[in-house]
């Protein structure tokens, strides 16, 4: 059997590996949760007053939740942390951790929505 690659075999492999690449990073990026403060880049034409009113709406929300929910979803989203950073620092499983926030985010969409 030829041990020589061909030049498609090269390409291919060579294929393989920045899929596995592209995956690897969009998983890694997935587990990461976005900081309720540094979405703020994605709003610039939004004025002073508007939020202001929006972190005050937050606030309002996060005040809904009990405290360890509150606790958790505030270490995610405002502090930017990621879950198992939480849970080491709550000493709790990060199955805990993705629990509450999954509980936390269905109570915020309930309350937002009545």
């Known amino acids: 059997m030829n041990t020589e690659q061909t030049a498609f075999e090269r390409?291919?492999?060579e294929v393989?590996?920045?899929?596995?690449?592209?995956q690897y990073r969009a998983?890694?990026?997935?587990?990461?949760?976005?900081s309720f403060y540094d979405m703020e880049h994605y709003h610039r034409?939004?004025?002073?007053?508007?939020h202001t009113d929006n972190r005050m709406m937050v606030e309002q929300l996060m005040?809904?939740?009990?405290?360890?929910?509150?606790?958790?979803i505030?270490?995610?989203?405002?502090?930017?942390q990621t879950e198992?950073?939480?849970?080491?620092?709550?000493?709790?499983?990060?199955?805990?951790?993705?629990?509450?926030k999954r509980r936390m985010i269905r109570q915020l969409s309930q309350t937002v929505n009545l």
């Open 74 to 80: 505030h270490k995610l989203y405002i502090q930017d």
């Open 27 to 34: 998983k890694t990026l997935k587990r990461r949760e976005h």
């Open 11 to 13: 390409v291919q492999g």
């Open 63 to 72: 005040n809904t939740l009990p405290p360890q929910g509150k606790l958790v």
């Open 16 to 22: 393989h590996r920045i899929g596995w690449r592209i």
């Open 84 to 100: 198992s950073e939480v849970a080491r620092e709550l000493n709790i499983s990060q199955q805990a951790v993705n629990r509450w």
């Open 45 to 50: 034409g939004v004025n002073f007053t508007d």
